[in-house]
C-alpha cells in the first residue's frame, strides 16, 4: 500500500512540473513577442533609408520626392472623408505622396484650397498661413499669390524660402514636431519633403528652425531651393515614397498624390 502512494505521489509531482514548465514557455514566447512590437511613434526608421542633417547640436532625418511630371499631382481633400493615408494611396494608385495643410475642428480648410479646379474654400487673410503651393500642368509656383487659373491652390504657410532668401519666423507656443515642406527648386522641379526625429518619427524641429534648416537641406539637393513653404505637420503628417512610409495619427485634411 505504501509503496503505491509513493508511486502515485512522484507522478503526481511530475505533472506539476511539466504543468509549471509549458506556462513558463509560453510567458516566455508571449514576453518575447510584445518586445518585438515597438510603438510607432517612437520607432527609428532605417538610417539606409534616411539621409540626416545637424542643427544646432540635434539630429534629423529627412526624405524628399521630386515630381517628375505636374499632369501626375492630385491635391486630393479628405476634411469629410478622413481615409488614412494608405487608403488614399491604395485607391488613387499614388507612387508617393504627403499631406497638404492645416483644417479646422469642423473638418473644413484653414484657407484657400482648389483642387481639380473646383474651389472648397476662398483665401483667407492670415499671418501664419502667409504662402501659397498652386500648380497647373506647366508650372509649379510658391509665394505670397497663387498662379492665376491653377487647377490646384493650396493656402499653407508659414512660408520659408521666398526667392532664396529665408525667412524669419517668430512663433508663440512653437513644440517640435515633425515638418512636412513643399519647395520649387532653381531647375524649376516640385519637391515635397519631409523633416523628423529619427528615434521619434513623430517628432522634428522647432517651426522657427525650419527655414534655416530648410536651407541646410537645400544644399544637399540635386537642385537649391528657390522658395519652399511648410505644410500640416505632426501628428497630422504622413508621407510615402518608394523607400520610406510615415503614417499619421491625426487624419490627414488633404493628401498630395504624385501618379
Given amino acids: 500500500m505504501k509503496r503505491l502512494l509513493f508511486i502515485i505521489f512522484i507522478f503526481f509531482l511530475i505533472i506539476t512540473?511539466?504543468?509549471?514548465w509549458s506556462n513558463q514557455l509560453d510567458f516566455k514566447k508571449q514576453t518575447s513577442s510584445t518586445l518585438l512590437s515597438p510603438s510607432p511613434s517612437n520607432a527609428p526608421l532605417s538610417?539606409?533609408?534616411t539621409q540626416t542633417i545637424s542643427y544646432n547640436g540635434a539630429l534629423?532625418?529627412?526624405?524628399?520626392?521630386?515630381?517628375?511630371?505636374?499632369?501626375?499631382?492630385?491635391?486630393?481633400a479628405n476634411f469629410k472623408d478622413r481615409k488614412?493615408?494608405?487608403?488614399?494611396?491604395?485607391?488613387?494608385?499614388c507612387k508617393a505622396g504627403i499631406n497638404g495643410?492645416?483644417?479646422?475642428?469642423?473638418?473644413?480648410?484653414?484657407?484657400?484650397?482648389?483642387?481639380?479646379?473646383?474651389?472648397l474654400k476662398k483665401p483667407i487673410s492670415s499671418r501664419l498661413i502667409d504662402g501659397y503651393l498652386s500648380i497647373d500642368e506647366n508650372k509649379a509656383k510658391i509665394g505670397f499669390t497663387p498662379l492665376p487659373n491653377s487647377s490646384i491652390v493650396l493656402q499653407t504657410g508659414p512660408l520659408l524660402i521666398v526667392d532664396r532668401e529665408v525667412t524669419t519666423l517668430k512663433i508663440a507656443s512653437d513644440e517640435q514636431a515633425r515638418r512636412s515642406i513643399a519647395a520649387v527648386t532653381?531647375?524649376?522641379?516640385?519637391?515635397?519633403l519631409t523633416l523628423f526625429d529619427p528615434q521619434s518619427t513623430y517628432q522634428g524641429p522647432y517651426l522657427s528652425d525650419l527655414p534655416l534648416i530648410t536651407r541646410e537641406v537645400s544644399k544637399k539637393l540635386p537642385s537649391p531651393i528657390l522658395s519652399a513653404v511648410n505644410l500640416d505637420g505632426g501628428n497630422a503628417s504622413a508621407f510615402f515614397s518608394k523607400n520610406t512610409t510615415l503614417s499619421e495619427l491625426s487624419p490627414v485634411g488633404s493628401l498630395f498624390c504624385l501618379q
Fill in 47 to 49: 538610417s539606409g533609408y
Fill in 84 to 93: 488614412s493615408s494608405n487608403e488614399i494611396k491604395t485607391e488613387f494608385h
Fill in 17 to 20: 512540473f511539466a504543468y509549471l
Fill in 60 to 76: 534629423y532625418a529627412y526624405e524628399y520626392f521630386i515630381v517628375d511630371s505636374l499632369k501626375k499631382v492630385t491635391l486630393i
Fill in 186 to 192: 532653381d531647375d524649376k522641379n516640385l519637391v515635397f
Fill in 101 to 119: 495643410s492645416f483644417y479646422d475642428k469642423e473638418g473644413n480648410p484653414l484657407g484657400g484650397f482648389i483642387s481639380r479646379g473646383e474651389t
